[in-house]
């Protein structure tokens, strides 16, 4: 089963940019489209964004279009979420998680750790 850890979130003022990442183990990565989603305190996890196995096809919520950009390292075991001209609203912790090909639905209901996004309007 593949396991995964994100990393790279923080506080940063709103207009500003981070970028997340999200590391598997395990040999099966890249026969996995993968997707990021955030939950915001006392919401559900929301989809974000997510990118087909080979990279090509990528996909986002509205809000996040033209701000984000999803991309993989199928080498690396590594998926990430540049996030540019960040808002407030962005605030939330981040989870990556596989997903049913070319849907945002995440194959499996448990989540890791995430990593926090706290923007400073």
């Known amino acids: 089963q593949v396991r995964l850890v994100e990393s790279g979130g923080g506080l940063v003022q709103a207009g500003g940019s981070l970028r997340l990442s999200c590391a598997a183990s395990?040999?099966?990565?890249?026969?996995?489209?993968m997707g990021w989603f955030r939950q915001a305190p006392g919401l559900e996890h929301k989809f974000v964004a997510a990118?087909?196995?080979?990279?090509?096809?990528?996909y986002y919520t509205n809000s996040v279009n033209g701000r984000f950009t999803i991309s993989r390292d199928n080498a690396e075991s590594t998926v990430y979420l540049q996030m540019n001209s960040l808002k407030a609203e962005d605030t939330a912790v981040y989870y990556c998680?596989?997903?049913?090909?070319?849907?945002?639905?995440?194959?499996?209901?448990?989540w890791g750790q995430g990593t926090q996004v706290t923007v400073s309007s």
């Open positions: 395990g040999r099966t990565f890249s026969t996995y489209a």
């Open positions: 998680n596989p997903v049913a090909d070319g849907t945002t639905r995440p194959l499996r209901d448990f």
């Open positions: 990118i087909s196995r080979s990279g090509l096809d990528t």
